[in-house]
């Protein structure tokens, strides 16, 4: 990477000036967003940390002025000269103008062939699984074709270079292939999934009104944001009281039409690309279920629920992508059930120092207001366990200051050896192998009294294991035949009139009874249940298909004889 001999002082006042509020501050900033506009910078580090900054001014403008020439800036920097200087270094930050190679997964990749049919490319350098398609091309081309593949010996690429379309790219003629795959959509992504498809997105900035769409970048990408907030006071840094935040509701939750839910999938899946991640919560999302929750001064999140059929068995989950001002500033995945949330909760590196524990905590809001939740949780990877991120982030300290604590006893020892060590030395800092041991368990949060009845503590893998071992006992290998016996047995058990055959049902609503069947078919003594507890385990399925699935969490844990059944299945040891 190129340094630079002569770092420039503009920038570095304009690194130090950012996170300062003030009238001072608003005109220090103005001057410097002037000189390094037309600055050309001496390295690649400074011209990154300067388009961090700008997002992060963007995300926290002063004023108007200080809006408009940060909007300017960044509108203007994928034409830097410097950014040419060094665009091949540049490769996969994201910014506009630079190029990104990533092997997506088939939701995001499907989207990208479909968005920019011949732009989007194969990256064959990094196809390491490339010879493995000479596996499948019976399943990929028609039987027609089979003749002329099975005479001539040639590589992927070259079989791909003379069998694809004129007006589509090497990339998108291989996804639309997958695409026509007539196996069913699940393996059918599992499929592309293992073959880690490289793709080379380029970076397209077209000209307005041009008719070309511009590829993502996180220069530009954003939420349309009408009311900006501008900042005129110092960030609050400061710690919130969990429990207190956990109480304010958000100041609006808008659900989004169909059209608008899906340019907030299209913004959610660029945050993810233009940062090399993947988010199954995005790349699923249900664009009927989208929502904007507006948390004041700027803050909201775009709130995604999961496509009917990709929704986890008993959890629901939620992606959001945090949004300041419009610019996406992190995202939080949110799985509840029991009164309970599991939190993973992200921010992007721009964002990171600013109000992290202040937005965790409309966070906790958000969560409380929609699922009813007062208990919360994070698991070992967000506080480090396999992820060297989060462990070199010092996550498990932070969520610890913040009132999450471990249940393990040998976790909670390593815990109070380093508090003592931490009251003896205010300066001591704890060490990698310690962390280790600290962030293998699960931490919780409990606005109330601790309970034992939360994500984190109750295994819903253990009623998984009695549904699996039920199945296997009565159905073996038959496990389709199983389902249809299931299905028959728990419309009898609930009553046949409860259910009238399904009429006026969703698709999605019949596919989650299906789903449900052999559980319900367990349930302890279903048929001496009261007729409106049957009706209520009815509805309890049916939401679970329903647009929005966050109406299921509050049915099941409305509903006390369904609760104690599952929690009686997941403490079973048979």
Known sequence: MKKNAHPSPDLAQFVEVASRFGPDAAADKKRCLEALRAARLGSVDELVRFHETLLFVRAYPDDAEVLQLADRCLAEFAKRQDLSAYREDLENSGIAGTEIRFPCWWAMAHWLANTWPEDVTLDWDEFENAPHLDKIWSLLLP?????????????PREWIDDIAGLMESDATFLIR????????????ETLYDNFDVPLRIPSIEPERDSGLRRTPSRTLDRWPWPDVYFQTEELDRSRPDLTKAAKIAPVSMTRLSTEDGERLIELARSAMLTRTRDLDGFA?????????????????????????ERRLMFDSSYALLTLKNGVPAGYVLISALFGSAAI??????????????????????????????????????????GNDEGLRSGAWWFYYKLGFRPRDPDVQKVMRAELARMKKDPRHRSSEATMRKLVVDTMHFHMGKTRDDVLGVVSLGNVGRVLTHAMAFQFGSQREFGLDVCEKRAVELCGRRLIQAKRGWTDAEKLWWRRWSPLIAILPKLRTWPVEDKKRLIAVVRAKGSWHEAEFVKLFDDFPRLRKAFLAFASRED
């Open 344 to 385: 993973a909760y992200n921010v992007f590196e721009a964002f990171r120092g600013g109000e992290a524990a202040q937005i965790l905590g409309r966070v906790f809001g958000v969560a409380r207001h929609v699922f009813g939740v007062d208990s919360f949780s994070i698991d070992p990877y967000q506080l480090g366990h």
């Open 284 to 308: 699923n999302a249900n664009p009927d279920d989208a929502h904007i929750v507006d948390c004041g001064n700027g803050l909201a999140f775009g709130m995604l629920g999961l496509l009917p």
């Open 143 to 155: 039987h027609t074709e089979s003749p002329y593949l099975d005479e001539y010996d040639r590589s």
């Open 177 to 188: 292939r997958f695409a026509a795959m007539d196996i069913g959509a699940l393996p059918r």
